[in-house]
């Protein structure tokens, strides 16, 4: 596509469900990039897919976040046992080559997770 | 650890008028620097981006200066406008690794 897509935009969820994050990359990109953003804060990395490379999930923040990529295009980004420190906007991004220094990267708008 | 980290969170400034942006790193192995912006409700929008062997980066209206002595950045908006309302972030890469450190934001204000 002509740009980075998230779904859904905004999540509500209850405290302990699991919740399913999805970012569809722009088409061609071979890194793809998950971020957290609290209210007011900076963007926090939790996860860098490169092509066929092992994932670098240093920071994810415990082992309740996992992610996967499909085909080397889609990324889903699951949640388990939500809790309220997890609202926030999950930021997905993606880039040519994975060297942000030549393209920077590309920013889908966001899926805002609230857990009440 | 590594850190990047802004001075101002709220810069209102006049439409108009040029506006400074600074960002601190605390990082000497940052060979990269971005800026972004990012309006409400949306992703961050890549502005403009130096290498740690440049001092100074010029685009449309916006200039990012490098100072590596005192680990410094700072962007520069030249004829601020309504439009430049957002919030700014400087982000850093470190050579060998993938991931950008964001800083915290900036909101920049611009008034009419």
């Known amino acids: 596509g002509a740009g980075v897509s998230q779904s859904p935009s905004n999540k509500v969820t209850e405290k302990g469900k699991d919740v399913e994050l999805r970012c569809d990359p722009i088409s061609g990109h071979t890194a793809l990039y998950w971020y957290r953003q609290s209210l007011g804060q900076g963007l926090e990395f939790l996860i860098y897919?490169?092509?066929?490379?092992?994932?670098?999930k240093s920071g994810l923040p415990s082992d309740r976040f996992s992610a996967e990529r499909t085909g080397g295009s889609v990324s889903t980004l699951t949640i388990q046992r939500t809790q309220q420190e997890d609202s926030a906007v999950y930021l997905c991004a993606s880039s040519l080559f994975g060297t942000a220094e030549f393209y920077g990267y590309t920013f889908g708008s966001g899926t805002r997770l609230t857990v009440v | 650890g590594e850190s990047v980290g802004l001075h101002l969170p709220t810069l209102s400034v006049q439409e108009g008028d040029n506006s400074i942006i600074n960002c601190a790193y605390s990082?000497?192995?940052?060979?990269?620097f971005i800026w972004y912006k990012q309006e409400s409700g949306k992703g961050p929008q890549f502005i403009i981006d130096i290498r740690s062997n440049m001092d100074k980066r010029q685009g449309q209206r916006v200039t990012v200066l490098l100072n590596k002595t005192v680990k410094h950045l700072s962007l520069q908006i030249a004829a601020t406008q309504p439009g430049d309302s957002a919030v700014y972030f400087c982000?850093?890469?470190?050579?060998?690794?993938?991931?950008?450190?964001f800083g915290s934001g900036t909101r920049l204000q611009v008034q009419p």
């Open positions: 990082n000497s192995a940052s060979d990269y």
């Open positions: 897919f490169q092509g066929n490379s092992a994932p670098d």
């Open positions: 982000a850093e890469k470190t050579e060998g690794r993938r991931a950008l450190t």
